[in-house]
T-cell receptor, first 116, second 115 residues
């Protein structure tokens, strides 16, 4: 158990709908990262938050957005869903970027999204 | 942009044998981190080992060790005394140091341990 929690574990929805994925980082971790794992794109970085602020953006679609709350949990919002958004969405957390192991990212169990 | 290449899509080895998974990467950075993550059938991503680029000594974690060749930009993972529980996808990942901590992953190697 990494200490990172994600809910829900599974999500089945229809095209055009909107869903919210939730992540709670390990205790004491300030950074939260979101990754998408799909068959055709592999593991792709979406976005990073550090202590409530957006820190880095990857290949995140405009239909997707995220935020990190004062208690450091994070939510990833996916809207106008398409069939191609079906994937495993991971959240990861780390202490900081200061090295000495603090940069190491620990992953949650993932949310499996199926868009029908 | 950094790229990570894992040239072995699949490998298999007998239980108790040693296996080495290859990874090469491309970067112009001098300071960075490298990781191996394991993804068993449960799909959980589990950290196996990490290496700091400025450290010449190869990292070791129990039966897992790396061969880090900075000049060659190579970062291979050696699993000794392989066990059935080592069956998984293994991903090599790269992280820049400071300011951009996203992980860039390779495409993975599917490792099967044969009883």
């Amino acid at each position: 158990d990494s200490g990172v929690t994600q809910t829900p574990k599974h999500l089945i929805t229809a095209t055009g709908q909107r869903v919210t994925l939730r992540c709670s980082p390990r205790s004491g971790d300030l950074s939260v990262y979101w990754y998408q794992q799909s068959l055709d794109q592999g593991l792709q970085f979406l976005i990073q938050y550090y202590n409530g602020e957006e820190r880095a953006k990857g290949n995140i679609l405009e239909r997707f957005s995220a935020q990190q709350f004062p208690d450091l949990h994070s939510e990833l919002n996916l809207s106008s869903l398409e069939l191609g958004d079906s994937a495993l969405y991971f959240c990861a957390s780390s202490r900081s970027s200061a090295g000495q192991g603090q940069e190491t990212q620990y992953f949650g169990p993932g949310t499996r999204l199926l868009v029908l | 942009a950094q790229t990570v290449t894992q040239s072995q899509p699949e490998m298999s080895v007998q239980e108790a044998e040693t296996v080495t998974l290859s990874c090469t990467y491309d970067t112009s950075e001098s300071n960075y981190y490298l990781f191996w993550y394991k993804q068993p059938p449960s799909r959980q991503m589990i950290l196996v080992i990490r290496q700091e680029a400025y450290k010449q000594q190869n990292a070791t974690e129990n039966r897992f060790s790396v061969n880090f060749q900075k000049a060659a930009k190579s970062f291979s993972l050696k699993i000794s005394d392989s066990q059935l529980g080592d069956t998984a996808m293994y991903f090599c990942a790269f992280m820049k140091n400071f300011g951009n901590e996203k992980l860039t992953f390779g495409t993975g190697t599917r490792l099967t341990i044969i009883p």
